[in-house]
């Protein structure tokens, strides 16, 4: 009797717990959407209370999918995220040239688990699955977001469905089982023939093809020539971030956050000159050959200052905006200060070097991150209007969602 509950239990195993090769459907390319070019965007729900099981039959739902399409340079890209307490950016646009390597990483994306944090998910596929710098001109963007459940802030995903269908990308909400909020996919989808539900996972199958066609039949929405900011009046504009303090996890997180902005500044008609100043203390480096006597190397290491966010705004207000470093002086001076914690010790220091900055018209921005700051230090630190010179987010998960009102704030005048 043991040995056929051991047994029974193995095949269990084997036919649920391990990921299983699906085959690929009969290639439709011709038949659905005639080679029609399109920028494909799957958007994958991969919080916990998926069991693991249907997580793989959402992505044989995506794989089957995809099979409808003619994937190549020049006609369909595909890209996919999953997402639940965060963003996952896992296949870009431009990865795969072909359908079969693109299936083959389809089948091999796993599972994070967490909570629905849909809000964050699709703010991050705003800004880094349909990025400006890959995505085609003139050829239609779609969005596929499945979840099997309603987000953690409705409203917060409602507003940025709402932000990413502004940018002319046509969503298509996919509902999977009894958890999902109709309202919510009604308030991310482009239009209510976009709106697709079924009763389970089991039922996704059923829908493909429907699901395909929609996707074919989605349009161009409204294309962006030139970005607006800079268009009428130059700028020169400095990022600080004092990355020795912040750490490399969120001077990275800082960095993507400015790749995304990027693409919104006109720097091709020269208006726009951005650059970045981080903490470098390499000027207080020791070499080997530098000290034989002990006493001289003690004292040298006793006298050893490092640069402080003070010092970075001093930098920045002597240098950065000169002629020879590339400043203008034609061009508004800009500079934006990330700040995540209280200004502690040196905060007199910076609160100077800001006044100063101020008296030589540059404008400071200030983006706060999380709960340790302090509201006066902020005040002190950035230009007035305060209301219009600094911006929050409460961690830096949410750093993309801060995009649009950041580039309202800073490009007002441009």
């Keep these: 009797m043991n040995f056929l509950l051991s047994l029974f239990a193995v095949f269990i195993y084997s036919c649920y717990a391990a990921p299983k090769y ?36 959402q992505l044989q739902f995506v794989r089957d999918v995809i099979d409808t399409f003619e994937v190549s340079p020049n006609k369909t890209r595909v890209g996919l995220a999953t997402f639940s307490n965060r963003y996952h950016h896992l296949i870009s646009l431009d990865t795969f040239d072909t359908k079969e390597n693109l299936q083959t990483a389809v089948y091999q994306v796993r599972q994070e688990g ?33 979840t099997d459940g309603q987000s953690i802030n409705m409203k917060e995903t409602a507003e940025e469905a709402k932000k990413l269908k502004a940018e002319g990308v046509v969503v298509l909400s996919v509902g999977i089982g009894d958890k999902v909020n109709q309202q919510e996919l009604r308030s991310i989808a482009s239009a209510e023939k976009y709106v697709f539900q079924v009763a389970s996972f089991d039922l996704l199958d059923t829908m493909k093809k429907t699901l395909s066609f929609k996707v074919c039949e989605a349009e161009l929405g409204p294309q962006m020539d030139q970005p607006a900011c800079g268009a009428s009046n130059p700028a020169d504009i400095m990022f600080l971030m004092d990355s020795a303090a912040l750490g490399s996890e969120k001077t990275v997180t800082i960095h993507q956050f400015l790749s995304d902005l990027t693409p919104d500044f006109n720097m091709d008609s020269g208006n726009i000159r951005v650059g970045v100043e981080s903490r470098n203390c390499a000027e207080n480096d ?3 050959a530098d000290y034989s ?25 002597i240098h950065s905006f000169q002629e020879e470093n590339g400043g203008r002086d034609i061009a508004r001076h800009m500079a934006v200060i990330f700040v995540d914690n209280k200004l502690g010790e040196n905060a007199k220091e910076i609160f100077l070097e800001a006044h100063k900055a101020h008296k030589d018209d540059i404008e400071l921005f200030v983006i706060a991150i999380g709960d340790n700051v302090i509201d006066k230090e902020l005040q002190m630190l950035c230009s007035h209007p305060v209301d219009t010179h600094i911006l929050r987010v409460n961690s830096y998960d949410e750093l993309p969602m801060l995009k649009e009102d950041f580039m309202n704030k800073l490009c007002n005048g441009l």
């Design 22 to 57: 699906i085959k690929p459907t009969e290639s439709a390319d011709d038949g659905v959407c005639g080679g029609k070019p399109a920028e494909l965007f799957f958007l994958v729900d991969a919080s916990s209370s998926i069991w693991s099981v249907y997580f793989i039959k």
């Design 114 to 146: 967490g909570d629905t944090y849909t809000h964050l998910a699709i703010a991050g596929m705003r800004t880094r699955g349909f990025d400006k710098r890959v995505v085609r001109q003139g050829v239609v963007q779609i969005a596929v977001v499945m």
């Design 286 to 288: 020791i070499r080997l």
């Design 293 to 317: 006597d002990k006493s001289e190397l003690a004292k040298a290491l006793r006298n050893t200052g490092f640069p402080n966010l003070g010092h970075m705004i001093k930098k920045m207000r």
